[in-house]
């Protein structure tokens, strides 16, 4: 059972870092709006269907708004991520993506 749970680990790593540099290139080539648009675009036919299932689930109204305002969270810390991608080396930028547990244990102590 551990060994299932450390090749996954492993396969996760990989594909994580294969998906760092596949980024940093596409920002090579492409305009930083043009990034952001096709990202936000694909996300968004992605949420269409749950916005659909949700008429049949009734997810009440403050989950829908928190999870708005996650999203709109979400999409400027994707928008600064990627203009700190565009601008420096993906072995500088790639580590900081992964402080968030230190941020969400401060934010914890706070509230």
């Known amino acids: 059972m551990v060994l299932n749970w450390l090749v996954l680990s492993f396969i996760s790593a990989v594909l994580f870092s294969?998906?760092?540099?596949?980024?940093?290139q596409a920002l090579q080539r492409v305009k930083l709006h043009h990034y952001l648009l096709s990202a936000v675009v694909l996300e968004s036919m992605l949420v269409l269907p749950v916005l659909y299932f949700n008429a049949q689930l009734s997810v009440p109204l403050e989950t829908l708004a928190l999870i708005l305002f996650n999203a709109v969270l979400?999409?400027?810390s994707f928008f600064y991520i990627i203009k700190a991608f565009e601008r420096w080396e993906v072995s500088k930028v790639a580590p900081l993506e992964n402080m968030n547990p230190l941020f969400l244990v401060v934010l914890s102590a706070l509230f």
């Open 18 to 24: 294969v998906h760092e540099i596949i980024r940093k």
């Open 74 to 76: 979400s999409a400027y």
